[in-house]
């Protein structure tokens, strides 16, 4: 098991500031999103409350980390492409059309350049393994995993395991949902310690 997480430490200006333009235009915040953000991320968005999850729901070898990423999301534009492909966007943009769409994105991608930073979200990273013995009962009914779910909201991506290229380092990206198409990334761990080494 490979989940990750955005932390609820990570932070963007630029992000915000799409966010608004958007809410002045007559976006409004989705209530399925809110109770996501009030229910399931609280559980896993930081290092601790992952670790903690991760325990109370029986999995073993566990190892959570947090750092940011670099998505190579460094432009206005791409930003602005970035946050609005988001799942809690689409039902509006669906409402107002290709043409508001595309008017909306230049007004953001002008609203935030002067402040315009590389994007690197703070991501929490969890790697763990599920013990036979587990009742599957119990696995499936725990919270961790109803988060874990979540996934296509946007704010969680899967992990998934790619190839190996020695015995102590295994190179993972983010998944891409439908909106998070997030860069390779490479997370050197032990062989067998459980340990990840430091950077």
């Avoid at 460094?74 to 602005?80: N, Y």
């Avoid at 508001?100 to 979200?121: E, F, K, L, N, V």
């Avoid at 198409?181 to 761990?189: D, G, Q, S």
């Amino acid at each position: 098991m490979l989940p990750s997480v955005f932390s609820n430490v990570s932070r963007s200006q630029a992000r915000d500031r799409v966010d608004t333009v958007a809410q002045q235009a007559g976006w409004q915040v989705p209530d399925w999103y809110l109770e996501l953000k009030a229910v399931a991320v609280p559980i896993l968005a930081s290092a601790a409350a992952m670790g903690a999850a991760a325990h109370t729901a029986g999995l073993a070898d566990i190892v959570v980390e947090d750092r940011p990423v670099d998505v190579r999301i460094t432009e206005p534009e791409q930003l602005v492409s970035y946050r609005l492909g988001q799942p809690l966007f689409a039902s509006w943009l669906d409402r107002i059309g290709p043409r508001g769409a595309t008017d909306i994105a230049s007004h953001a991608a002008d609203a935030i350049r002067p402040i315009m930073q590389p994007y690197r979200p703070i991501v929490v990273f969890l790697a763990a393994t599920t013990q036979p013995e587990q009742s599957q009962k119990r696995r499936e009914g725990h919270p961790l995993l109803f988060a874990l779910r979540a996934c296509g909201s946007g704010d969680l991506a899967l992990l998934a395991p790619t190839q190996t290229t020695t015995q102590d380092a295994a190179s993972v990206r983010l998944m891409p949902n439908t909106v998070n198409r997030l860069a390779w990334l490479r997370t050197p761990r032990t062989g067998g310690s459980g340990r990840s080494p430091p950077d």
